[in-house]
């Protein structure tokens, strides 16, 4: 497990050497938002490819760079792309950008993804803010050996998903009149979507 922390800080010490800036916040930016990143201004560029470890993303309309640079004041680290479990990789390989960003510094993470919704009284296209997660990809990326410099061998998740940041999106969407639902997301691991029987069985 040596050799992941020594990844980590590889891939870490090539962006550090390329940034402007200390990055505050960390984007992940899942399918239909990736135009977001064209609005960072001042910005640096890097292909996962060049990034030592990083695995490449291999699906449509995820282009698989870091944009870097500053957006609304805050200097920020944009995931243009990610990589999926469906995609071959392990957990491990996942969330091995999170890692990276960790050791970069950067404490506050803001994902967005796209999903169906399985409550009906949504509507296709609403935006849904996560209070909470369940996994169901039978899959975890702690499992292994643990590694203390990244965490501790049993984490609590009662607040994954953080208060104060979940208010602060509430709160600006009702600023801005935009329609927002709260919910769980259940993880699968792809890439088959649901059967009838699953979804029903999720739905409740």
């Known amino acids: 497990m040596e050799n992941m922390l020594s990844k980590i800080n590889e891939a870490a010490a090539y962006i550090r050497d390329q940034l402007q800036s200390q990055p505050q916040i960390g984007l992940i930016l899942g399918s239909g938002l990736g135009v977001m990143a064209d609005e960072v201004i001042e910005s640096i560029v890097i292909p996962y490819e060049q990034i030592p470890h990083f695995p490449v993303s291999t699906v449509e309309g995820h282009s698989g760079e870091l944009v870097i640079g500053q957006l ?19 957990m491990k390989e996942v969330v091995f950008p999170v890692y990276v960003m960790k050791q970069l510094g950067i404490q506050t993470l803001l994902v967005t993804n796209a999903a169906g919704g399985m409550n009906r009284s949504f509507a296709a296209g609403d935006l849904m803010l996560i209070t909470d997660h369940i996994n169901n990809t039978g899959s975890n990326p702690l499992m292994g050996a643990n590694i203390p410099e990244l965490g501790p ?3 609590d998740m009662s607040q994954a998903y953080n208060r104060e940041l979940r208010a602060i999106v509430a709160s600006k969407a009702e600023e801005l009149d935009i ?26």
């Open 72 to 90: 609304e004041g805050k200097t920020v680290l944009v995931m243009k792309g990610r990589f999926h479990y469906y995609e071959g990789y392990s």
């Open 153 to 155: 061998r049993f984490p």
């Open 179 to 204: 329609k927002l639902q709260q919910g769980v997301y259940v993880s699968i691991s792809g890439p088959t979507y649901c059967t009838p029987a699953e979804l029903s069985m999720m739905a409740g």
